[in-house]
């Protein structure tokens, strides 16, 4: 995973309500149970958190679910308690597991936020069907980008809809940068899907699985972009076999110290990543000519491209070669 932005973690995190919510009833809770989980969110919206916590901990205990969330959160954020992260993370996974759509969310969030990218997708991916706007978010990125999930273009524009949908400002515009490389069937039939998944969410079905779409380029969503309450997400998958070519070619091109214009390969989470990718393509890329490598730096990723080209002529021509020679690309300016 690469860097994270805490203060990202920590909005998205802090989001998170104590169930049950004021004048609604939780999914999990009822009865007397429900009254004493609600008594203990009205003492620790007092400012009560010791009251809270000795309401909430015998619940939890006996296998309430609202009350591990509640509980997990005071451990979290060390109200009434200690603060205990691991504790807090136990208590979430046991609320996950009977359902609590809030504790899948932030459950999967906190194992994104630990580096546990690959098993924190099964818990975003259930509080996505359930239509939590945080965990759609990182979902339709994933599988926009093809890393952690597998590639899906209509999966990751439904979901990105449906993010958008719920007023979350970046998915807005997460949603307009998938509109430049998504090809409009697809996109029609990922708001399809999307309405599709919107009405089973309110009738209580989970959402049809989407088999993967074909995708002709591999840009990343800039993670740029990321909301400030969400963890920046990794770019595209490695890059495909070299393809031979032959060393003895004359290059197609020439670049030109001091030019201002470049290529750019993907997005990596980290230079290591970045690099490594450079290895493995820079020899199918011996045509364009003595390019060299730019790792760059933005935010939480390193942006890996090449050049340097007098013109954006030139790099398109090297980009279209580069394309020709199986890899992926598009033009730039330099930083």
Not at 6 to 14: D, E, F, V, Y
Not at 161 to 180: F, H, I, N, V, W
Not at 244 to 268: C, D, E, I, K, M
Request: charged share 15%; hydrophobic share 40%; with cysteine.
């Amino acid at each position: 995973m690469g860097t994270m932005r805490n203060g990202w973690m920590a909005a998205i995190l802090a989001a998170g309500a104590l169930y049950p919510a004021q004048g609604a009833t939780p999914p999990a809770t009822g009865g007397m149970a429900g009254e004493r989980v609600k008594m203990g969110v009205d003492a620790w919206r007092a400012g009560n958190y010791d009251s809270a916590i000795t309401i909430w901990r015998p619940l939890a205990e006996g296998g309430n679910a609202d009350a591990q969330f509640n509980l997990a959160q005071a451990y979290r954020l060390g109200r009434g308690v200690t603060a205990d992260q691991k504790m807090a993370m136990d208590l979430y996974l046991k609320a996950a597991r009977q359902g609590h759509q809030q504790a899948e969310a932030t459950y999967g969030l906190m194992l994104f936020q630990n580096g546990d990218r690959k098993g924190a997708m099964p818990w975003l991916q259930k509080a996505a069907d359930h239509g939590d706007p945080r965990a759609l978010y990182v979902v339709a990125t994933a599988m926009f980008n093809g890393d952690p999930l597998p590639k899906d273009w209509v999966g990751a524009y439904a979901r990105m809809t449906r993010a958008a949908a719920s007023g979350l400002p970046q998915a807005k515009t997460s949603l307009a940068e998938m509109d430049q490389y998504i090809p409009a069937d697809q996109r029609e039939k990922g708001q399809a899907l999307a309405r599709q998944m919107e009405g089973n969410a309110a009738a209580g079905i989970l959402p049809a699985s989407t088999p993967p779409s074909p995708a002709k380029v591999t840009p990343p969503i800039r993670t740029t972009e990321l909301p400030p309450s969400l963890p920046a997400q990794p770019a595209p998958p490695p890059p495909p076999a070299p393809v031979q070519v032959a060393t003895h070619a004359a290059p197609l091109l020439s670049p030109v110290q001091g030019g201002r214009w470049r290529v750019q390969f993907g997005a990596f989470s980290n230079q290591g990543k970045a690099k490594e990718a450079w290895q493995h393509m820079a020899g199918r890329l011996a045509p364009l000519g003595n390019i060299q490598p730019y790792y760059v730096e933005a935010g939480a990723i390193t942006r890996l491209q090449a050049g340097p080209f007098v013109d954006r002529a030139a790099a398109t021509r090297a980009c279209v070669a580069s394309k020709a020679a199986g890899q992926d690309c598009f033009v730039t300016a330099a930083p």
